[in-house]
């Protein structure tokens, strides 16, 4: 006859379980793309300044995702300090480290926010705070965009066949950096600080999209040879919009600021080329896109076919598209092409209606504790 465990020994297994299932153990930089998803939607109600309402709601809701952000910096933190040697496998892991990159583009919306949101509420100084965080945020999407491929190239394994967009997450981080560079742009008064800005974002742009591009081909060669990935692996065929829709944000910006900051900086003569050949290749990114999200949609419909079960991976279907749906509408505004701007529209209803499907089924996910997992554990 079997032994019966003690109370003491039922209770010690009891809080040993309770510790190995705790949410701070398994919290994962993942969550960091709820803010991203947040973060871009009210970016995107933003770009409606004659609509009020909208304008109002993105600030609620920028407002609402700073909460979000300290939130999960806190989680994360802790992570580090109570369980620092779960928080060191993460590296190792050739999927869940990928979602580092997360954390400097859920931080840039709060940049982008205080410039489109935060001057109105706090003033001047929403600026310079913009400036200070945008300095830390491009130095954290530079160092993940060297440490996590060095960590590919070193330490993790890696397969073709397993090979998925989310390669993309901490190479895009530097890119969502340059744009919000080129925001800060027209907000500072000196002009050598305002071509070093320039400059920065399009070094940044440089570190990113060529790189992302290249991906994209691996991905391409990847799908033709070994099909789809997995369905729980279903929402990252619209992470390839991320590195486009950005790269062509950002060339848009330039388009329009980098001419009088060149003029200001006695560069008059390289100006009017700049801009024309960054308009030139926002619209030919923004046209490649199109392409992508076509795809994406189609094999969106073939995964929801099969039965698409919910999981963090969802939060894939905001950033990419709210990224691109602030190029359209950019692209819409520079050229004054009314049918830009009413499919630009378009793209923003969808993605509010995609973000509240997501945030109200992550929520329920949080309240149940269903959502929180680190895969990377198991390397620990």
Not at 46 to 73: E, K, M, R, T, V
Not at 193 to 209: F, I, N
Request: proline share 6%; net charge positive.
């Amino acid at each position: 006859m079997p032994a019966v465990p003690s109370t003491h020994a039922r209770s010690a297994n009891a809080s040993a379980d309770r510790a190995k299932n705790h949410p701070l153990l398994h919290f994962t930089p993942n969550w960091f793309a709820v803010t991203m998803g947040t973060g871009i939607v009210a970016i995107a109600l933003g770009q409606f300044p004659q609509a009020p309402s909208l304008h109002a709601a993105g600030a609620i809701l920028w407002l609402a995702n700073i909460g979000l952000f300290g939130l999960c910096a806190l989680a994360y933190l802790a992570k580090w300090v109570l369980y620092p040697r779960a928080a060191r496998a993460l590296l190792s892991h050739p999927v869940a480290s990928m979602f580092l990159g997360c954390i400097p583009m859920g931080l840039a919306t709060i940049v982008n926010g205080l410039l489109s949101y935060g001057v109105g509420m706090f003033g001047p100084g929403a600026v310079s705070l913009a400036v200070d965080l945008w300095i830390v945020d491009a130095l954290l999407s530079v160092m993940i965009s060297l440490v996590v491929p060095f960590m590919m190239f070193t330490r993790q394994d890696h397969a073709f066949k397993e090979m998925s967009a989310v390669w993309l997450l901490p190479v895009v981080a530097c890119e969502v950096a340059a744009v919000s560079a080129c925001l800060l742009m027209p907000h500072v008064a000196d002009a050598g600080a305002q071509l070093s800005l320039l400059v920065a974002s399009m070094v940044l742009w440089a570190c990113s999209v060529p790189l992302a591009l290249g991906i994209l081909v691996i991905l391409f060669l990847r799908l033709v040879l070994h099909k789809l990935p997995p369905v729980a692996m279903a929402a990252t065929s619209w992470l390839t919009l991320g590195p486009i829709g950005t790269g062509a944000v950002g060339l848009a910006l330039m388009a329009t600021e980098a001419e009088p900051v060149l003029a200001a900086n006695g560069l008059s003569a390289y100006a009017n080329g700049i801009a024309a050949a960054c308009l030139l290749g926002a619209v030919l990114l923004w046209g490649y896109g199109l392409w992508w999200m076509a795809m994406a949609t189609a094999l969106t419909g073939r995964y929801l076919r099969q039965g698409m079960p919910f999981n963090m991976g969802w939060w894939g279907f905001t950033f990419p598209l709210g990224v691109y749906t602030v190029a359209t509408l950019k692209l819409a505004a520079l050229l004054g092409f009314a049918p830009l701007a009413r499919f630009g529209e378009g793209l923003t209803v969808a993605l509010v209606l995609i973000w509240v499907l997501v945030a109200v089924r992550t929520l329920r996910g949080v309240f149940s504790l269903t959502l929180f997992e680190d895969p990377s554990l198991k390397l620990a």
